[in-house]
């Protein structure tokens, strides 16, 4: 029988709010990941048309996908039809419709599916993302569905591949990364240092895309809006549990804090379109905690919250957390100092989000410079703040890049000093002015404040 695959978008039916969709990269037609919330996490869903207009009573479905390493083989996850009716379809056709929901054994990372089988049919598949160091457990899962009956039954099998000797999928973009790359002992990882042994590239490159690994602390929070989940802002990892980033990133357009549930955070993102991909981990927040001061002196004074993750966090080569600045604390320390900083943000070709992070290097200013410069800064900056950048046009983080860290090499180790904050507006527009400063929260006036929250899983 052949098949035609709609190209519309599912909608979750059973939910008050929209998802976020993501299509899988290798099997587009009839499979997406749907984002729910932060307690369901994602699910896969797919929208199928048979290409005839007789009923058929009976169904079978077979889907394979390749996932992480599982602790427990007794759960397969589950798949299920949802609906199976007669529809138009985008032509003047009417045509049975197949909407069916994976539920995955393991979300972190989502699972790569490598075949879609619907009544004998091959939908899609991908075999060169199965097996793959990182993903070497391989699921199959096969749905048989009566409609008169209204009754499906599903059975599952489980496959292990423990030849490592197999190759690293096509879509694998940073060819200097091992293929072993994740594979580190998580104890042993120290704050602030990249897995040199797996990433050959330094962290100073000034002025390009950095490479995959380079930022292991660089994290992105995702959180809904206009009841759309979208990325929100940049943060930086410190520990097993701990999240720094700006608290600004935790209201909305309305100034209503976000609720928690809301929430998610990815690390080990490279690619923004594709917070699945390999060498991530997608985790919840157990608590926001925005800094008491917040708003109170004016608008951005002690712009930082502490996102205590719900579970410890396993390290790899591109998930490490960054050091935490602790002395010296005055700001005389930093002055002419330069540092990095790296997000997703605004890019000089006016892309309000770029796909892959960029870095750029900016030096650290007196506050007496930053005042003198623009008279705004006098309700921007506090003791708490410092400014950095460049002035000149072009260098220097911008709309999307809140959250982020300013981090210097410190004894070695790459250490969080600022968190990115505000920047002076385009006259006519939202966009930054990197033609002024930007203002920074200074990290080590909260160290104590941000270990506070620490259960001493990781030392800060």
């Known amino acids: 029988m052949n098949l035609l695959i709609s190209l519309l978008l599912l909608s979750i039916v059973h939910q008050s709010v929209i998802s976020q969709r993501l299509d899988h990269p290798a099997c587009q037609a009839g499979f997406k990941y749907i984002y729910i919330n932060s307690k369901v996490g994602w699910v896969g869903m797919g929208f199928l048309w048979t290409s005839t207009y007789s009923r058929l009573h009976n169904i079978t479905l077979d889907l394979e996908f390749a996932t992480a390493r599982l602790a427990d083989t007794s759960y397969l996850g589950d798949l299920k039809i949802l609906h199976f009716h007669f529809l138009r379809q985008l032509s003047s056709e009417k045509r049975w419709n197949v909407n069916y929901e994976l539920i995955f054994p393991t979300q972190n990372p989502l699972p790569d599916m490598t075949k879609l089988t619907l009544n004998g049919d091959v939908i899609c598949i991908a075999e060169n993302l199965a097996f793959t160091p990182q993903k070497p457990d391989l699921i199959k899962l096969h749905l048989e569905y009566n409609d008169y009956l209204k009754e499906q039954k599903v059975t599952g099998e489980y496959i292990r ?11 694998q973009t940073n060819e200097a990364i091992s293929q072993n790359a994740e594979d580190v002992d998580s104890d042993t990882v120290e704050c602030g240092k990249v897995d040199t042994s797996n990433i050959h590239v330094p962290l100073v490159l000034e002025g390009t895309t950095i ?13 809904y809006s206009k009841l759309r989940l979208g990325f929100k802002c940049g943060a930086t990892l410190i520990s097993r549990k701990l999240v720094i980033t ?8 309305y100034n209503r804090k976000v609720r928690i549930d809301d929430v998610l955070i990815i690390l080990g993102q490279y690619n923004l379109k594709r917070p699945h991909d390999q060498g991530t981990q997608i985790v919840y927040p157990e608590s926001i905690n925005v800094h008491s001061n917040y708003r109170k002196s004016n608008n951005i004074d002690s712009d930082i919250a502490v996102v205590v993750l719900t579970e410890a966090v396993h390290f790899t080569t591109f998930i490490r957390p960054a050091c935490l600045w ?33 870095q750029v290097e900016i030096p650290v200013v007196s506050d007496e410079a930053c005042l003198s410069s623009h008279k705004a800064y006098s309700k921007l900056t506090t003791d708490v703040t410092f400014c950095a950048g460049w002035r000149n046009g072009t260098d220097g983080p911008c709309n999307g890049d809140s959250g982020g860290p300013l981090v210097f090499e410190k004894d070695g180790r790459w250490t969080v000093r600022g968190v990115v904050s505000t920047a002076l507006s385009t006259d006519g527009s939202n966009t930054c002015n990197l033609n002024e400063y930007v203002v920074f929260t200074d990290v080590a ?12 899983s990781f030392p800060l």
Not at 246 to 253: G, I, N, P
Not at 445 to 456: A, G, H, L, M, V
Request: aromatic share 16%; with cysteine; hydrophobic share 35%.
């Open 161 to 171: 591949k423990d030849d490592a000797t197999v190759d690293t999928p096509s879509s």
């Open 211 to 223: 490479q995959k690994g380079t930022w292991p602390w660089l994290v992105s929070i995702y959180s």
């Open 246 to 253: 700006a608290a600004h990133c935790f209201f909305d357009a």
């Open 326 to 358: 602790k002395e010296p604390v005055a700001k005389d320390s930093i002055i002419g100092l330069k540092g990095f900083t790296a997000g997703w943000g605004r890019d000089e070709n006016g892309n309000f989000y770029t796909e892959l992070p960029k």
């Open 445 to 456: 006036k909260f160290k104590d404040w941000i270990i506070s929250f620490s259960d001493n």
